[in-house]
């Protein structure tokens, strides 16, 4: 192998579980956000391969971080990343963090409790939203109810693929105390379908996603951008939805994603709660000035 072209999955930013670059984003800052998913996805690409060695998937993910700091040859994913982070000022602080959590994917295969959960989650999710917001001139103070929803999505995926994860590379996510505490160990999650043990670790896990989601219902309304706003509106109402799901199904033998009609009706609700409230608030502080000019 010689680059990241020859770890890729083929898959692409429409292949996630939530909306990536969507038409909701200002059309002139979506090449910036295609450019970040496209090193993360390469980076990605590079940690799950099944059959490179770690020691080939750290030096391919060493050729993502130069060409990002500005060696040439490289890798073209992080060459191209660092060109548009520098058209439009950026710092690269945030994709060098994404490589910090797919370095841990190579090298660390099971999570002891949620709090060793939340500090990967800190590297392999919260970045990417808090880009997301730097690239919106979004305010850092935006930045702990960015986390709570970032780190609830990669709960759910984590969730969502705990079989295949467990099964293709031998990495499991389920903290470890709470599967002990259900006596189970990692192999129940090979199982064709889950116990009654493991659907109850599952459903635990899945409740406190679902408080972590409880902590970011605020976020789309505190963002100045209007797209944004919505987008972050409907990521929101497709992630609560996937957690009551998880609370009630078994991710090891029933579907749990959403099809495309019910991705579709959440995101419209959620969207649509995001104009509404704002247009609440504008409405709102109206309401002082016309008062005045009746007096």
């Not at 963090?97 to 060793?116: G, H, I, M, P």
């Not at 850092?140 to 970032?150: F, I, K, M, R, Y």
Request: with cysteine.
């Amino acid at each position: 192998m010689t680059g990241a072209n020859d770890f890729a999955s083929g898959k692409g930013h429409r292949d996630e579980n939530f909306p990536v670059a969507s038409r909701l984003v200002r059309a002139e800052l979506r090449p910036t956000i295609l450019a970040f998913y496209r090193f993360a996805r390469a980076a990605d690409d590079v940690a799950d391969h099944e059959s490179a060695s770690p020691d080939r998937k750290l030096a391919e993910l060493e050729r993502l971080e130069a060409g990002l700091r500005g060696e040439t040859g490289t890798s073209a994913e992080g060459e191209r990343l660092r060109v548009a982070l520098q058209a439009r000022g950026l710092t690269d602080r945030h994709a060098l963090d994404l490589l910090e959590a797919f370095r841990r994917d190579v090298t660390k295969r099971r999570y002891s409790d949620w709090v060793e959960l939340m500090d990967y989650c800190r590297y392999s999710a919260s970045p990417v939203g808090r880009f997301v917001l730097d690239l919106h001139g979004e305010s850092t103070a935006l930045w702990p109810l960015n986390d709570a929803l970032c780190n609830a999505l990669q709960v759910i995926n984590h969730l969502q693929d705990c079989a295949k994860d467990y099964r293709q590379l031998d990495r499991v996510y389920v903290p470890l105390d709470g599967l002990r505490a259900a006596g189970l160990g990692v192999e129940s999650l090979a199982d064709p379908r889950a116990s009654p043990a493991l659907r109850d670790v599952i459903a635990a896990l899945a409740r406190r996603t679902g408080a972590l989601l409880d902590q970011s219902r605020p976020f789309a309304d505190g963002i100045a951008d209007r797209r944004l706003a919505l987008e972050v509106g409907v990521i929101q109402a497709l992630a609560e939805s996937l957690v009551q799901r998880l609370e009630r199904h078994d991710p090891l033998s029933e579907r749990v994603h959403h099809r495309k009609i019910e991705a579709a009706g959440l995101a419209l609700r959620g969207g649509l709660g995001v104009a509404l409230r704002r247009l609440g608030r504008k409405a709102a502080s109206r309401q002082p000035g016309l008062r005045g000019s009746r007096r």
